[in-house]
């Protein structure tokens, strides 16, 4: 038996906002509210979306009595803000990355999700339900490719900012290829082999600082290159390399190479190469594919330039999610309540805790040009108590 799912109050109206809105209500969710930066700016979107209420307002949203499910979508700097106050009044949180501009705005999120560990409190790190991913975790948990020794990231877009100056254009406002595609990729290392980051080394720049609509006096400060080594806690070694300056479709490649055999995803494709003594040749067995296709309706809310900027597994990814967290709400009475174990590959704030202190760590190494150690919360299992006590020992 199916139940009602829960009415959903959305924060934003840029691209990420508008691609969670279709996809949730393709799913059959109602978007009974939307928050914009000023009034007329939620109004249009409301219009053009077919949602009830719009408001430039944070209460109105969080106090809407139609509204059980919060998701953010806006800049970055209000993101601890509204979850926080998110969690205090009762309702469940789905956050986009990153979880804050810093470690602080992070550790504030994780701890309101302590103290309120009955409601929801995800991120967008939604690589996750990629089949591709989910069957590499599979593969490296069960031993089939033998102890991991290197994993490697590759990772090449174009996204222009070739809009008016807004927040993506500053690094310390959350803008950058670190975070915005860095976080995915350091969070899906540590999803598929369950090994955490505890020293880094990187290099963090800006090489194009001006565009048509930024120029003069301001300057673009996100990166949009970057390129990192993590040493990880069970031995293993990582390096990854991003570079938003390359035109064309996003691609990617993730390389697990263990003692026996290593596994590639390679744009949606998962691949098997078995390390046979000698054979420099071996074949590479295809394992499963993700979906490749931009999901559908998508052009009545993006312009055609727009469309082809979107990340095709990012869509998937969060595709994925949706459809498991429909089914997390339907199997239970009440619309408010959700099943953990439907979405116990979810992202929380204890991960985005995890990947926002291996990001700083990152641009402190870039700063000093030398190796940054990472301290995180332990993983063990802890009580609530403990668990604070970890936390605040990492923040100060």
Same mark, same amino acid.
């Given at each position: ?14 691209? &990420? ?15 009974? *509210?939307?928050?914009?930066? &000023?009034? +007329?700016?939620?109004?249009?979107? *409301? ?51 990153? *979880?804050?501009?810093?470690?602080? +705005? ?6 309101? %999700? ?20 989910? $069957? ?5 948990? +069960? ?77 673009? &400060? ?30 990617? $490649? ?6 026996? %055999? ?22 590479? $067995? ?13 052009? &009545?809310?993006?312009? /055609? ?14 595709? $994925? ?48 040009? +030398? ?18 006590? /970890? ?6």
């Amino acid at each position: 038996m199916t139940h009602a799912l829960p009415g959903v109050g959305v924060f934003g109206t840029g691209i &990420t906002a508008k691609l969670m809105i279709h996809l949730l209500k393709t799913s059959g969710f109602r978007i009974e *509210a939307l928050w914009g930066r &000023t009034e +007329d700016e939620a109004k249009e979107l *409301a219009s053009l979306l077919d949602i009830p209420f719009s408001t430039c307002s944070i209460d109105d949203v969080l106090l809407n009595q139609n509204v059980d499910l919060v998701c953010i979508n806006c800049p970055p700097f209000l993101h601890s803000q509204i979850a926080v106050k998110t969690l205090g009044i009762g309702k469940n949180v789905l956050c986009e990355r990153p *979880a804050g501009l810093d470690q602080d +705005d992070t550790t504030r999120m994780l701890k309101a %999700a302590l103290y309120y560990p009955s409601l929801m409190s995800l991120m967008t790190y939604h690589l996750r339900f990629l089949p591709t991913f989910m $069957e590499m975790k599979q593969q490296v948990g +069960d031993g089939n490719i033998g102890e991991l020794l290197v994993v490697e990231v590759r990772v090449h877009s174009g996204v222009s900012l070739n809009i008016n100056y807004n927040w993506s254009h500053d690094s310390k406002m959350g803008g950058g290829v670190l975070t915005n595609l860095g976080g995915h990729f350091v969070d899906i290392v540590n999803f598929v082999s369950g090994q955490r980051a505890v020293k880094v080394h990187g290099f963090v720049t800006t090489f194009q600082k001006q565009t048509a609509k930024v120029s003069g006096f301001r300057e673009v &400060t996100s990166d949009d290159f970057c390129t990192f080594q993590m040493k990880m806690d069970q031995g293993a070694c990582c390096t990854c390399v991003l570079n938003n300056n390359i035109p064309g479709k996003f691609s990617y $490649e993730v390389l697990f190479i263990g003692t026996s %055999a290593c596994l590639i995803v390679k744009d949606g494709v998962l691949l098997r190469q078995s390390r046979v003594s000698g054979n420099s040749a071996a074949v590479q $067995e295809i394992i499963t594919k993700d979906c490749q296709d931009t999901p559908e309706g998508l052009e &009545t809310i993006f312009p /055609s330039e727009v469309l082809a900027q979107i990340p095709v597994p990012l869509c998937q990814g969060t595709s $994925e999610f949706i459809n498991s967290l429909k089914s997390s709400f339907q199997v239970q009475n009440d619309r408010r309540n959700w099943n953990k174990t439907i979405l116990d590959r979810a992202a929380t704030f204890e991960d985005a805790l995890y990947v926002q202190t291996v990001l700083e760590s990152i641009r402190r190494s870039s700063q000093t040009s +030398d190796w940054e150690k990472v301290a995180h919360i332990e993983q063990k299992p802890m009580n609530k108590d403990t668990l604070l006590q /970890s936390i605040n020992s990492v923040s100060s």
